[in-house]
C-alpha cells in the first residue's frame, strides 16, 4: 500500500508547481485538481505494482517480474496520462467567461498527471525492488501445531 501512495507526494509536487509557473492562486477548483490527481496517482500505482504481483505468481523471478510489468502497464499508464492531460488542456488554456475557475482545476491536473507518470514508470519499479522481500518457505519445523 505504501509504494501504491508514493506516486502521490510527486503528483501533489507537479500540481504545485504548475499553479506556480502558470502564477494561479490556490483555489477550492485546485483543491478538486488535487483530489482528481490524487485518485489518478493511486490508480497507476495499482496498475503497476499488480503487473509486478502478477508475474511474480508466474514463477518470475524480482528482476524479471519489475521488466515485464514495467513493460506490460507502460501502454496504459502513458494512455491514461496523455487523455487526462490533452482532455483537461482546452481549460487550462481558456480566456473567456468562466475560466477563472476552471483553469487551476486543469492546470493542476496536467502537471501532476505529468509528475505522477515520471514517478510511476520510473521510480516506482525501483522502491519496489527495494521493498520486495522473498516469501519464507513453510517447512514442517514452521508449521504450528494444531
Known amino acids: 500500500a505504501a509504494l501504491v501512495f508514493s506516486g502521490v507526494p510527486l503528483a501533489l509536487t507537479g500540481?504545485?508547481?504548475?499553479l506556480w509557473l502558470r502564477d494561479i492562486p490556490l483555489s477550492i477548483t485546485a483543491g478538486v485538481g488535487f483530489i482528481t490527481l490524487c485518485g489518478v496517482s493511486v490508480l497507476t500505482g495499482v496498475m503497476m505494482v499488480s503487473a509486478f504481483r502478477d508475474s511474480l505468481k508466474q514463477g518470475d523471478d524480482i528482476d524479471t517480474s519489475i521488466l515485464?510489468?514495467?513493460?506490460?502497464?507502460?501502454?496504459?499508464i502513458l494512455m491514461v496520462a496523455l487523455v487526462a492531460a490533452l482532455g483537461f488542456l482546452?481549460?487550462?488554456l481558456n480566456t473567456s467567461t468562466g475560466a477563472e475557475v476552471q483553469r487551476p482545476l486543469a492546470t493542476v491536473v496536467i502537471g501532476g498527471i505529468i509528475s505522477s507518470t515520471l514517478l510511476t514508470l520510473l521510480v516506482l519499479p525501483g522502491l519496489y525492488r527495494m521493498a520486495y522481500r522473498k516469501p519464507k518457505k513453510i517447512t514442517e519445523e514452521n508449521q504450528m501445531v494444531s
Open 90 to 92: 482546452p481549460m487550462a
Open 68 to 76: 515485464q510489468g514495467a513493460m506490460l502497464r507502460l501502454r496504459p
Open 15 to 18: 500540481g504545485v508547481i504548475a
